[in-house]
């Protein structure tokens, strides 16, 4: 269990990255980056990977319907739209708008997957999301009103959307399939989909010459290793052992990370008001996952268990 925790904070560290990256290299059409990362990804887990392809051909065959679901939504779609949104708004902003995503995940989890929610996971989220929206209307209740969003920032709603609809795929079928050979599977049904669609790209906007550019290239090489192949199967094994509700509220701590790399990477500007939807965002984060009445009845056990050594 406590593994899994680990697996989110390196996961959400990681996601942060491929906003930051993802915003300075949004010279590139935003398909291209999605495909050529996901090209990377597949080369990469190839060699560790093909082994337990084979010796699991028959299951992931049988297994195609979720398989494809999975590369439909987690590896292409949600992909897409993050890096359109970039075009149209900062990395801080993508990543408090993908801090949202557990109230999408909780409500679908409820729904669909039938998940029990207790109280604090609910709060614990509306808190959580109430911070969010804090940083992204800048402390104004007006804009909230008025629902002063730019394009990017809807654009990245729907892609958080999309990811939770993932999420609740990965809960129910990721079990089935082996870690590597899986995510080789996953990844490769995501190249097989995103060709045709890159192609239509490229002949709409041209091919993009900006990718022979060597930043570009080390951002997709980042983008392709890390957030494609190491927060994938990081991702998945932890929605796996606490479920998608539970796992996506660690995405509230995404701003945290991405701020902080936007202002040291891009010279983005923080704001008072990211400041105290930061503070609302973490308390959230803490009621979800922080029993606190568990707590306080272990140590009542064990003061009682001091006094009877006493």
């Known amino acids: 269990m406590f593994r899994s925790y680990i697996f989110l904070i390196i996961t959400v560290m990681i996601f942060s990255g491929n906003l930051i990256v993802g915003k300075a290299i949004n010279d590139l059409p935003p398909v291209t980056i999605a495909f050529v990362r996901t090209l990377i ?3 990469v887990i190839l060699p560790f990977g093909y082994k337990q392809l084979r010796q699991s051909y028959d299951v992931l065959k049988d297994n195609i319907k979720p398989l494809i679901a999975i590369a439909l939504t987690g590896i292409t779609t949600f992909n897409v739209l993050v890096y359109l949104s970039l075009n149209f708004t900062t990395s801080t902003n993508a990543g408090i708008v993908e801090a949202s995503t557990p109230a999408y995940a909780m409500i679908l989890g409820y729904f669909i997957l039938k998940e029990k929610l207790k109280p604090r996971h609910i709060i614990g989220t509306v808190i959580s999301f109430i911070g969010a929206l804090w940083v992204l209307t800048q402390g104004s209740i007006e804009r909230l009103l008025q629902l002063e969003f730019n394009i990017g920032d809807i654009t990245m709603v729907i892609a958080m959307i999309v990811w939770a609809c993932y999420t609740l795929i990965v809960k129910q079928h990721n079990h089935k399939f082996p870690i590597f050979g899986g995510t080789l599977a996953m990844i490769g049904l995501g190249v097989i989909i995103l060709i045709p669609t890159v192609i239509v790209e ?87 996952n922080v029993n606190l009445k568990e707590i306080f009845r272990k140590k009542e056990l064990t003061n009682v268990d001091e006094e009877k050594v006493s």
């Open 41 to 43: 990804a597949f080369l």
């Open 202 to 288: 490229w002949m709409i906007l041209g091919f993009p010459t900006e990718i022979t550019n060597s930043a570009n290239w080390l951002g997709l090489l980042y983008l392709g290793i890390f957030p494609s192949f190491i927060a994938f199967v990081l991702w998945n094994q932890a929605v796996s052992d606490l479920g998608p509700s539970l796992s996506s509220v660690f995405l509230n701590i995404l701003p945290f990370f991405t701020t902080i790399g936007a202002v040291i990477f891009l010279n983005e500007q923080v704001f008072s008001a990211q400041i105290i939807g930061g503070v609302l965002v973490i308390l959230g984060v803490i009621m979800v």
